[in-house]
């Protein structure tokens, strides 16, 4: 099955600086990937995904880029705040049989210092 | 986006008891996923349920532990069954959502004593 490893575990940063947030998948048929944004005793929200078909996408200051070839795929979050401060998962997802499942990473915990 | 009401929010229970849980989707969807989130960790699928079919179990999830009923397609339960203190966690449910993304469940946090 898929497996997911994500790195940093944790990751501090000041205020305004950026953060990068790296994820690597081993089953080649995971064609989706989410970013995942958890607050403590909340829900995961999504804040961003991509697509296979797609090397880069960017909504305001959180990018995430994919590379296929070496399977690895990257949140980046540009002029951090402190209220970006949470845990950040990642997660890949496939079609076929195995459409909907996702496999998470383990989570990275970012703190943004004001 | 479709939009979860999941419930109980949180529980206590006793070990050898059984907990249900119950999502409701304000949209029809196929599918249903059922996570676990152990304490400080990240998530992890248990199960998806099927409107008319048996649920599917993900490696290490078995039916008779966690039994799932799917009635209609927009209704979903786990049931998690003869609780110990190792079933402590979060579960929560999932549906795709509008655009393609998935959304969870608020999650219910189960303490078993």
């Known amino acids: 099955g898929e497996n997911v490893e994500q790195h940093p575990s944790t990751l501090s940063v000041q205020e305004g600086d950026s953060a990068v947030i790296k994820c690597t998948y081993s089953?080649?048929?995971?064609?989706?990937f989410p970013w995942y944004k958890q607050e403590l005793g909340k829900r995961p929200q999504l804040i961003i995904d991509i697509r296979s078909n797609v090397g880069e996408k960017k909504d305001q200051r959180i990018a995430v880029t994919l590379n296929k070839t070496a399977k690895h795929f990257s949140l980046h979050i540009t002029e951090t705040q402190p209220e970006d401060s949470a845990v950040y998962f990642c997660?890949?997802?496939?079609?076929?049989?195995?459409?909907?499942?996702?496999?998470f990473g383990q989570g990275t915990i970012l703190t943004v210092h004001p | 986006s479709a939009v979860i009401s999941q419930k109980p929010s949180r529980d206590i229970c006793q070990r050898g008891t059984s907990l249900t849980i119950q999502c409701q989707v304000d949209s029809q969807v196929t599918m249903m996923f059922w996570y676990r989130q152990q304490p400080g960790q990240s998530l992890t699928l248990i199960a998806t349920?099927?409107?008319?079919?048996?649920?599917?179990?993900e490696s290490g999830f078995v039916i008779d532990k966690f039994p799932i009923s799917r009635p209609n397609l927009t209704f979903s339960t786990l049931t998690v069954s003869n609780l110990s203190p190792e079933d402590s966690s979060i579960y929560l449910c999932?549906?795709?959502?509008?655009?393609?993304?998935?959304?969870f469940g608020s999650g219910t946090r189960l303490t078993v004593v």
């Open positions: 999932s549906v795709e959502s509008g655009g393609g993304g998935y959304t």
């Open positions: 089953d080649s048929a995971s064609n989706y």
């Open positions: 997660a890949a997802g496939a079609g076929g049989t195995s459409y909907g499942k996702l496999t």
């Open positions: 349920a099927n409107q008319g079919s048996e649920a599917t179990y």
